[in-house]
């Protein structure tokens, strides 16, 4: 998906410079992201979470979304997302980042999650999969610890040049469902970002209700 030689695409702001992750060293690339997660530990971007989970709400329906009572938020840096989570009635809110400033915050990587199959209502992953080292792997995990019946929310930018600790550029929200796999989706959507002009793909999925 990444190209760092090609031209960039007439919608992108910037060109990709952003390091092959298939170079990247599992060493490297875990001092790549857990350098920027700890840069930015006290941002609070749980607006976006916020949003999303209003999303979800609108799409579902208040009685149906009263009814989820597990998420997980993965790549969540701090308290903001996982307090948010709550005061929306979630009952048990579990984050995992490569650091934990939280008690609810897991040392855990997403590539290769220690729950078990199933295991939360509702997995949100805001602006945290463009940072997979293997993001078909990633997205297999996402997938995997929902609940069936359950939801996935993702968010990620598009069309902005892959740099730094941003490695994927997935240009369309269409490829975002694509990776994760045998889901429904409720929403797949481009737009701009609530705090820019920056494009980004939302997709909102629903496990089956049974897994065969």
Known sequence: ???TSAPAH???RHPNTAADPATLSREAYVRLQLDRSREMKHEDCSFRARSLLDRLAGAIGPAAFGGLRSILCVGCRNKHELDTAAALGFAEVVGIDLHSLDPRILVMDMHEMSFADGRFDVVLAC???EHAKDP???ASELRRVAKPGGYIIVEVPIYYGTRGADLWDFESPERVVQLLGDVRALIAEEGPQLDGPQEVARVFAQ???TDA
């Open 207 to 209: 496990v089956p209700a």
């Open 127 to 129: 602006h945290s999969l």
């Open 10 to 12: 007439p919608r992108r």
């Open 136 to 138: 078909e792997r990633a």
């Open 1 to 3: 998906m990444s190209d």
